[in-house]
């Protein structure tokens, strides 16, 4: 672990200054958005904008790599990231904030790929599972303290704005002083929705559930305590326990995994989520606990997104694995897409609370779905064969997933030359 930082730590500062950028803009957007007197339904299609520009980067960061290489991109999009962030309190609607939402996407997504890219290139077969899971943390890492920043300044003025664009522009300096041109990415043959489906249904429906349910929280937590009525400070500590939980609880569930029916993990951990976010529902005129139930909601439901990955890796052959990442990358951003816009409509027409009615309605429906798949399938009379779990969180790019699924094949490999 310290051989990896001490390799690699410009790389983890510079990522952890750009997700404290990234993490700031989401909640910033959400409190000043009801500053501006933004509808929650415009507020939710600017903050789907973000995942329908990371969507389209995620398509087209390769091609712009292989044309003009990794630390041209890298800069090109770093510095419109930071003019976006100056652009935001420049013009107050929900048009242009939208606009900038799709172009903030499409540009973190580059910046994933190409910094996650450099981090695969830098790890061994015997480190990459540590650096990605010290990836992991300092994005989670990063966010949460992002939220906390936002109380160094007004967000109805333009200094807490500057902030974030500031902390990316210094973000740049330790990767690209730090880094060599990685080779160009290989191609990898696409896996269709379909056979993806066929291979397991249930990873499938997860991946795009999980989108949802990530997104909203990560888009639409400030609008929902905005509109809740919370000052700043209460704004920012709800929507950073949703991190919190799920730092606490990635390494126990991943522990768990290796050792259970990931089914049955997955099943609880959806329907524990999902009663979380009714508590959250029936119990958000009380602060204290509203922020119990929100860390809970967090710890359970976040850690599905990698377990999802690991159940579909359990049924692939090693060589179809990264085209299984593809598939699963592109099921969850549209799943992220529609999920700020679902849960937006809903607390527009029926009050702010339909925040935690969404999401326990996706949690409660994928606990369902699982109960029924494993009436569908046998369950395994072994849990030897399971592909190791790998922390990943839903905003790592397909280069983060081709690198959890190299470690998987790391894991298959010497656990056959064990056996």
Same mark, same amino acid.
């Given at each position: 672990m310290i051989g990896v930082l001490v390799n690699s730590w410009a790389l983890f500062l510079g990522m952890f200054l750009l997700m404290l950028g990234n993490g700031m803009q989401g909640t910033l957007l959400g409190i000043r958005g009801g500053i501006e007197g933004f509808g929650t339904v415009e507020m939710s299609y600017v903050m789907s904008g973000y995942f329908v520009g990371f969507l389209g980067g995620s398509r087209l960061a390769p091609l712009m790599i292989r044309r003009v290489g990794h630390i041209r991109v890298f800069s090109a999009l770093a510095s419109l990231v930071s003019a976006v962030l100056i652009l935001y309190p420049t013009i107050t609607e929900p048009w242009a904030w939208g606009i900038l939402r799709i172009i903030f996407g499409f540009c973190f997504s580059g910046i994933y790929v190409t910094s996650e890219s450099w981090l695969n290139n830098a790890a061994t077969n015997e480190t990459r599972g540590q650096s990605l899971s010290i990836y992991t943390m300092v994005q989670m890492g990063g966010i949460i303290l992002a939220q906390y920043v936002i109380l160094l300044g007004d967000p109805s003025g333009f200094v807490v704005f500057i902030l974030p664009s500031v902390l990316v522009s210094l973000a740049v300096a330790p990767i690209l002083l730090s880094v060599t041109p990685t080779p160009a990415f290989g191609g990898t043959k696409p896996m269709s929705i379909l056979a993806l489906y066929r291979f397991s249904p249930l990873a499938a429906v997860g991946a795009f559930m999980m989108g949802g349910i990530f997104a909203a929280q990560f888009g639409m937590s400030a609008v929902y305590g905005t509109e809740a009525g919370f000052?700043?400070?209460?704004?920012?500590?709800?929507? $950073?326990?949703? /991190?919190? @939980?799920?730092?606490?609880?990635?390494?126990?569930? @991943?522990?768990?995994?290796?050792?259970?029916?990931?089914?049955?993990?997955?099943? =609880? %951990? $959806?329907? !524990? =989520? @999902? %009663?979380? =976010?009714?508590?959250? /529902?029936?119990? $958000? @005129?009380?602060f204290p606990l509203l922020l119990a139930m929100t860390f809970l909601v967090g710890g359970f439901a976040n850690p599905i997104y990698p377990l999802v990955i690991a159940? &579909?890796?359990? /049924? &692939?052959?090693?060589?179809?694995? !990264?085209a299984g990442s593809g598939a699963v990358l592109f099921l969850n951003g549209l799943g992220a897409i529609a999920g700020p816009i679902g849960a937006g409509y809903l607390m527009q027409q029926f009050g702010t609370e339909m925040f935690w009615a969404f999401l326990s309605a996706l949690l409660l429906l994928l606990a369902g779905y699982g109960l029924w798949r494993m009436q569908r399938r046998p369950t395994p009379t072994s849990t030897e064969e399971n592909v190791s779990y790998v922390p990943i969180t839903p905003m790592g790019s397909s280069v983060a997933l081709e690198a959890a699924q190299e470690q998987y094949v790391e894991n298959v490999e010497t656990a056959e030359e064990t056996a």
């Open positions: 000052t700043t400070a209460e704004v920012v500590t709800f929507a $950073s326990m949703f /991190y919190v @939980g799920a730092i606490v609880f990635q390494y126990p569930v @991943g522990w768990l995994s290796d050792r259970m029916d990931r089914r049955v993990l997955l099943m =609880a %951990l $959806s329907l !524990a =989520a @999902g %009663l979380a =976010a009714v508590g959250a /529902y029936l119990l $958000s @005129g009380v159940y &579909l890796n359990d /049924y &692939l052959d090693v060589e179809d694995m !990264a």
